[in-house]
């Protein structure tokens, strides 16, 4: 019988994570996970929160450069039943990380590690509420209108021109999470 699996990630405080003391402090031997030490919630929130930003960081960036573009390369006939497949496709990608990144954006800001700049928390999810505000009020009536029967040409080029908005976001976003995370990595475990 298999005994269940935890992962063990170092604890760290936010007397660890100021300022450059943290890259001459050691956290010292950390003891292995078990039962009585599991993987606390936060950390797994978090690492929730990187994936599921990291995913849409290059789900964006694949829509932005090559999938929305070669949307006007499909032609009248095949347009409508490409576009509805296209819609179901995505949303099987997208939907599931969208709602963790928004679930953990909060969950972070309401219960903060204090390894993280309250900052940047609060920074992370002003740009997830921009990506959902875009997305409801922007690319989603434009991808409607596309899905009238026929292409629109003048609303697929508004697509892509405001689809900036979220891939630029996303940057961001993923940016500042690889920031967090790069801060949470002890100096002694990079060589120095």
């Not at 943290?22 to 031997?29: E, H, N």
């Not at 599931?96 to 609060?122: G, N, R, S």
């Amino acid at each position: 019988m298999r005994t269940p699996c935890t992962v063990y990630l170092p604890e760290v405080t936010r007397d660890t994570m100021n300022g450059p003391s943290l890259w001459r402090q050691r956290l010292g031997p950390q003891p292995s996970a078990s039962p009585q030490n599991p993987v606390p919630t936060v950390k797994l929130v978090f690492l929730a929160h990187l994936l599921s930003t990291l995913t849409m960081f290059g789900a964006i960036w694949i829509v932005q450069v090559v999938h929305y573009p070669l949307f006007s390369g499909v032609g009248e006939a095949g347009w409508s039943a490409y576009e509805a497949s296209h819609q179901a496709r995505i949303t099987w990608i997208v939907g599931p990380a969208m709602l963790i990144e928004l679930a953990t954006a909060i969950w972070l800001v309401l219960d903060p590690p204090e390894a993280f700049p309250m900052w940047a928390l609060i920074a992370g999810a002003i740009a997830v509420a921009m990506i959902w505000a875009s997305t409801a009020f922007i690319q989603v009536p434009l991808h409607n209108a596309l899905s009238s029967g026929t292409f629109d040409a003048a609303a697929h080029r508004q697509l892509v021109a405001t689809n900036w908005i979220r891939t630029l976001a996303w940057t961001a976003r993923a940016g500042l999470m690889l920031w967090l995370t790069w801060r949470l990595i002890p100096a002694s475990s990079l060589g120095s």
